[in-house]
């Protein structure tokens, strides 16, 4: 009998996207493009698509609970990433199921939905600066998330988000990866700021309205290299390249009318 073997494993603990292109949907898409076995813990059920947000049912904490406990009981789990936690309630249960996980914890601080709906509750932001930004590997806000996370104005140049995101690193996290998809120009500039080395990711401006998910997809892709065992400055260098990939053959996707998603198999869909 041929011996077996047990791939890389990644759990995604978030909030299920209907309309496939964030999310939960968009979390295992990318696992599995990156290689990995991916398991997940619904923490809400929204009625979404590329336009808008219409509902929101938040999953009882206990439930919540029951899920990581089930899965991290029974698998390997090489690292975990945090998207939609929606609640106080389930920020404290997902922070008592996680006491005893040691691995790589990516927290992706999911506020604002591409349509401009709110995915976590204002009361829920104290909590999550409390009891889950200390026990990050790495925090993956976009700009508009680490100014409510600061409590300041949006970063508007290099500079500035330079500075947010070394005010960042005192809230507790071990690095911080500062996206700045949502600044100007036509480089995207992302800032990693990290105890093994800094590093400054740039992109050319890709302009596609699908872009539905991009924060979801970069976290995971992070994630499963992770898992994979890649130290953190290099699954984040590889997660970018992936996601550069992704929204490149997604603008070509037209699915929906709104924000459309990335294309997570674009590698595999054009052999």
């Given amino acids: 009998m041929q011996e077996k073997t047990t791939p890389p494993i990644a759990l995604t603990i978030a909030g299920s996207d209907s309309g496939g292109g964030a999310g939960i949907q968009a979390d295992l898409k990318a696992f599995s493009a990156n290689e990995v076995y991916g398991t997940s813990v619904i923490t809400a059920v929204t009625a979404q698509n590329t336009c808008a947000v219409t509902a929101v049912h938040e999953i009882p904490a206990d439930v919540v609970a029951a899920q990581i406990r089930a899965v991290l009981d029974d698998m390997d789990v090489g690292a975990i990433k945090l998207g939609m936690l929606f609640s106080p309630e389930i920020i404290h249960a997902v922070a008592e199921a996680l006491r ?16 401009g709906d709110r995915l976590l509750q204002s009361e829920a932001l104290a909590a999550l600066k409390e009891l889950l930004l200390p026990r990050a590997d790495v925090l993956t806000p976009n700009l508009p998330e680490a100014a409510v996370l600061l409590g300041t104005e ?49 992109a050319a401006r890709i302009h596609t309205q699908n872009t539905h998910g991009t924060g979801c997809t970069y976290a995971a892709t992070i994630a499963a290299n992770l898992a994979k065992g890649l130290p953190l400055n290099d699954a984040v260098k590889q997660a970018h390249g992936y996601l550069q990939k992704a929204i490149l053959a997604g603008a070509d996707l037209s699915i929906g009318k709104g924000h459309g998603p990335v294309h997570h198999f674009a590698q595999v869909w054009a052999q």
């Fill in 154 to 202: 949006e970063a508007n140049c290099p500079q500035e988000a330079l500075a947010q995101a070394e005010a960042l690193t005192k809230l507790g996290p071990k690095s911080v990866l500062l996206k700045g998809g949502h600044g100007k120009g036509e480089i995207c500039e992302d800032t990693l700021l990290s105890p093994t080395g800094n590093q400054t990711l740039a």
């Fill in 100 to 115: 005893g996980f040691d691995g790589p914890l990516v927290v992706d601080p999911v506020m604002i939905a591409k349509s």
